[in-house]
T-cell receptor, first 111, second 115 residues
Framework: KQEVTQIPAALSVPEGENLVLNCSFT??????LQWFRQDPGKGLTSLLL?????REQTSGRLNASLDKSSGRSTLYIAASQPGDSATYLC??????????FGTGTSLTVIP | GAGVSQSPSNKVTEKGKDVELRCDPI?????LYWYRQRLGQGLEFLIY????????KSGLPSDRFSAERTGESVSTLTIQRTQQEDSAVYLC?????????????FGPGTRLTVL
C-alpha cells in the first residue's frame, strides 16, 4: 500500500525567506502528484499538479518537482509571505484513481 | 455556483443515528470524490464516481457507509448507525476529466461530530 510522508510536520519562517517542503512516497507507480494548501475552516485548494511524465511545475512563487525513481516531491516557495501560512498537503494518485495523502506540513510565516 | 458546495457545514448527531451529507460538484465535472479527515490524520479516500461508470468504493471503511450520485450531479454520502469514530470532516471534490488527471476542486467540507 502506498505511504506518503511529509517532512517537516511544522515549519516557522520569517517573512521573505525561501523554503522547501518535502513529500516522499513508497510506491513509484503513480499517475500524478498534487500539492494542496488547506486553510482553517476552508476546503483544500489545489496548487500544482505534476504528471508522472513531468519533472516540475511552476506557478508564480511556487515550484514543485517530482522524482519518481526516488519517490520524492518538493514544493519550493520563494519569498514567503504571511498569507502563505497554511497546511500544505501532497497527494499521490495511483492508477485506479485512488489518492494517497500525506499528513501535511503546517507552515507559519512570521511578519 | 463557481465552486464545489457541501451541506450541511456542521452536523452534530447522537451515536446510532443515520446522517446524510450532500455535495454539489462544479457543473460539468464528471468525476466526484469523497474523502474524510479525522483529527490529526491525513485525508482518507472514501469513494469515487466517474460519469455513469460503477463507483470505486474501495475506500469505504464499513458497510455503514454508502454514497449515491445521479448522473453527473449531486452526490449524497450516507452513514448509518453512526459511531464516535465517524467524527471527522468529510470533504467532497470534483474534477473535469475522465482519468482524474486535472486538479481536483474541493468543497469546504462537512464537520460531523458524533456524540
Amino acid at each position: 500500500k502506498q505511504e506518503v510522508t511529509q517532512i517537516p510536520a511544522a515549519l516557522s519562517v520569517p517573512e521573505g525567506e525561501n523554503l522547501v517542503l518535502n513529500c516522499s512516497f513508497t510506491d513509484s507507480a503513480i499517475y500524478n502528484l498534487q500539492w494542496f494548501r488547506q486553510d482553517p475552516g476552508k476546503g483544500l485548494t489545489s496548487l500544482l499538479l505534476i504528471q508522472s511524465s513531468q519533472r516540475e511545475q511552476t506557478s508564480g512563487r511556487l515550484n514543485a518537482s517530482l522524482d519518481k525513481s526516488s519517490g520524492r516531491s518538493t514544493l519550493y516557495i520563494a519569498a514567503s509571505q504571511p498569507g502563505d501560512s497554511a497546511t500544505y498537503l501532497c497527494a499521490a494518485l495511483q492508477t485506479g484513481n485512488q489518492f494517497y495523502f500525506g499528513t501535511g506540513t503546517s507552515l507559519t510565516v512570521i511578519p | 455556483g463557481a465552486g464545489v458546495s457541501q451541506s450541511p457545514s456542521n452536523k452534530v448527531t447522537e451515536k446510532g443515528k443515520d446522517v446524510e451529507l450532500r455535495c454539489d460538484p462544479i457543473s460539468g465535472h464528471t468525476a466526484l470524490y469523497w474523502y474524510r479527515q479525522r483529527l490529526g490524520q491525513g485525508l482518507e479516500f472514501l469513494i469515487y464516481f466517474q460519469g455513469n461508470s460503477a463507483p470505486d468504493k474501495s475506500g469505504l471503511p464499513s458497510d455503514r457507509f454508502s454514497a449515491e450520485r445521479t448522473g453527473e450531479s449531486v452526490s449524497t454520502l450516507t452513514i448509518q448507525r453512526t459511531q464516535q469514530e465517524d467524527s471527522a470532516v468529510y470533504l467532497c471534490a470534483s474534477s473535469s476529466a475522465r482519468l482524474a488527471g486535472p486538479p481536483q476542486f474541493f468543497g469546504p467540507g462537512t464537520r460531523l461530530t458524533v456524540l
